[in-house]
């Protein structure tokens, strides 16, 4: 039987065996991992031999539950106790397989259910307690009557005790029992020998260096079930690495030798030959063009079979966004030329999506809008994305209701492998303090992805806009050649998820110019970054439940000054994503006496976050935010504005619901006295 991934209340259900019939007072048993309980990736339930059990399995908790008719007569309550055994993972094995802790506040149990539920128990603990290599422990259970109850007589009763079923049925109603485990785990068994062999002839097996290494099972190491269970998956994962596809290791068998306390192993193993991955069929393809999903692959005919590229070109494929669900699989046997057939299955998403946007901050205002999608739009997995919205509703900074409209179209491996295009019209009207804005905007670029971690970006996008300010009114023409570079080792599946360890990097500079009153040639220079900590590494708190967040920003317009530029090309402090606390354009030079913002051309801020998660899916923050903007290209000049706060999250399957409130330190005069954040997922 191959070994399988099991829930907790499954493995519970599971009971020792053990043939006494062996020779030399060794007893062929059952191995099983009770440890599944504790985040641990594989978890097995194994049978080495198929020797009856003393008592029935009582099933899992959940089908028992379905199955156990309500009681007929007077029922019993309870409690139970597991006394610690000073080994905190027997304990919390203990604590994951016991039926009657799980079990005790489900439903009403008659006396006798409960008699039998308290004598199948000891079979499910004591494997808990073998599932460690304590295979010489002993369960003691106890059931208590309340203090000063006067019927039945006698105080306690043994779980094994032959008159407890009665016991129990002479307990007065309303009465709750007090139930006491107590285990004793005993010496701790080691590896015996240890044999592999194959399955049919029992001729010992040779593995490899590299093989021997991976398998990592030798005499002496403490006979703990996960680890001989592992050892044979191990083994298996790396002759299939190594190209044998057949490759198969078994369950072991084992023996128990009481005398030397040890456990004997014997791994049946099946290596097979080296093959190389042959014909690629792919099914389920409907909208999806064949010939695209094929370039795509990672893997091709003719490549030694690997699992780990197999699962990687998989995972590529579902990565696209127009699939359900993406499989593969091998042949039920090699090809005549002695290469692995692989059949990829396809399920396609649906092809049209309608999403909601909708946002708030007492600085930008309200912002709600809908979008429509078409996927795979030509077969070759394009996205067409229509999106409308509508903007500062309400806000502090801003003047009146705007609006941007815009469509992106999205286009993978175009113009080649590892590299996707997008195009976007757009049209915004932006209604600031600062300036009223209307513009028309074409974008396309590439990003290129240049490894896990890195990819470069560049475009090219044209703007007409006619701009407004304090009564003067002016068209602008510009043309812009954005460049970057992004490193990201977060290792996140979605941006909207928070970031708990690695960093975020992005430097970018842009060419633009700038024509209609005067040419004006200039630049924009940026570099953002962040990094989390999670307190995790000092062995404080468990993994993301505690991090700081770190974020610093640094900007300059090179080649022109202030006013030779576009208002909307200047730069600006304040909001989500420099300075909070103060309203958006509300940190830099400002005209005298207004509130209205002049922008600059040097930009640099600084953020401090701390995030705790509380439950399942309540979470806090903490923030400290500074930042200036200066009249000169060069960075850290200008006066500097401190905002601090806190927020509230709601974690969701898409990402966490954020609610932020942020107070400015040193508030510019006419400046708003506090600010309101609420989006989806962390500010950076």
């Known amino acids: 039987m191959s070994a399988s991934a099991v829930s907790p209340q499954v493995s519970r259900a599971h009971k020792k065996m053990c043939d006494q019939g062996e020779p030399s007072a060794a007893r062929r048993c059952k191995l099983r991992d009770d440890r599944s309980w504790w985040k641990v990736a594989s978890a097995f339930v194994v049978l080495l031999s198929a020797v009856q059990p003393t008592f029935a399995a009582s099933g899992d908790s959940k089908k028992q539950k379905e199955k156990t008719p309500e009681p007929i007569g007077p029922t019993v309550s309870y409690t139970t106790k597991i006394e610690p055994t000073g080994n905190a993972d027997v304990d919390a094995a203990l604590t994951s397989s016991s039926d009657l802790l799980s079990l005790q506040k489900t439903r009403a149990v008659g006396p006798f259910a409960l008699a039998g539920r308290i004598r199948s128990e000891y079979s499910r603990l004591n494997t808990a307690l073998e599932s460690f290599g304590f295979y010489d422990g002993k369960i003691t259970i106890t059931v208590d009557r309340p203090k000063g109850a006067q019927v039945p007589p006698q105080i306690s009763m043994d779980g094994q005790d032959i008159g407890l079923p009665l016991w129990l049925a002479s307990m007065p109603s309303g009465q709750a029992l007090s139930i006491k485990v107590t285990a004793k785990t005993g010496p701790l068994y080691h590896v015996g020998s240890v044999k592999l062999v194959e399955p049919d002839t029992k001729k010992p097996v040779a593995l490899s260096e590299s093989e021997q290494k991976a398998f990592g099972m030798k005499t002496g190491a403490p006979a703990v079930a996960s680890d001989v269970l592992q050892a044979a998956n191990q083994l298996n994962d790396t002759l299939k690495e190594e190209g044998h596809p057949l490759a198969k290791v078994d369950v072991p068998t084992a023996w128990l030798q009481p005398t030397s306390r040890t456990l004997d192993l014997m791994y049946p193993v099946t290596i097979g030959p080296k093959a190389d991955i042959g014909k690629i069929t792919l099914n389920g393809l409907d909208y999806t063009n064949p010939r695209f999903v094929r370039r795509r692959l990672t893997i091709a005919p003719g490549q030694l079979y690997q699992p780990s ?35 990829f299955s396809f399920k396609e998403a649906k092809r049209h999506t309608v999403g909601a946007e909708a946002g708030y901050s007492t600085d930008l205002g309200g912002r709600v809008g809908a979008s429509w999608t078409h996927h795979n739009l030509f077969g070759n997995a394009e996205r067409l994305k229509l999106t409308a919205l509508v903007t500062g509703v309400g806000g502090t900074a801003q003047q009146g209701f705007g609006y941007d409209v815009y469509a992106d179209l999205f286009k993978p491996d175009f113009p080649g492998r590892r590299q996707n295009a997008s195009f976007r019209v757009e049209g915004i009207r932006q209604l600031f303090y600062s300036y009223r804005q209307t513009a028309i905007i074409l974008r396309g670029g590439i990003v290129r992805q240049i490894s896990k971690r ?27 050649a954005p460049l970057s570079a992004n490193y990201d080792s977060t290792d996140l599946p979605s941006p909207l998820d928070p970031a708990t360890h690695g960093a975020r990097v992005s430097l970018s500079v842009t060419p633009s110019a700038s024509f209609n009153h005067g040419t004006r040639f200039f630049a924009l220079l940026q570099a953002n970054a962040s990094t989390y900590f999670d307190l995790a590494r000092l062995g404080l708190t468990q993994p993301g439940r505690s991090v700081f967040a770190f974020r610093g920003i640094v900007g300059s317009v090179q080649g022109a000054s202030t006013y030779d530029i576009p208002p909307d090309q200047r730069l600006y402090g304040g909001g989500t994503a420099t300075i909070r606390g103060f309203r958006y354009q509300g940190v830099g030079p400002q005209f005298p006496h207004s509130k209205y913002a002049i922008g600059g051309t040097s930009l640099d801020a600084g953020t401090v976050e701390f995030r ?9 923050a903490a923030f400290m935010d500074a930042g200036q903007v200066g009249s000169g290209s060069a960075p850290f000049t200008g006066k500097v504005r401190v905002g601090a706060g806190a927020g509230a999250r ?28 609420i989006g989806l997922g962390e500010t950076f």
């Open 612 to 620: 705790q998660r509380f439950f399942k899916s309540w979470g806090a």
């Open 309 to 343: 590229r197999i699962e990687d070109s998989r995972q590529d494929l579902a990565s696209l966004g127009i699939f359900s669900t993406v499989g593969v699989k091998d042949a039920p046997k090699l090809a005549p030329d002695g290469s692995m057939p692989l059949a």
């Open 650 to 677: 709601y974690f969701t399957p898409i990402g966490p619901v954020r609610l932020d409130i942020a107070v400015p330190l040193n508030r510019q005069p006419r400046g708003d006295k506090w600010e309101l954040y």
């Open 454 to 480: 890195w990819n470069v970006s560049y475009g090219i996008a044209a703007e007409q806009e006619k701009i407004e300010q304090f009564g003067d009114t002016r068209d602008y023409s510009l043309i812009f």
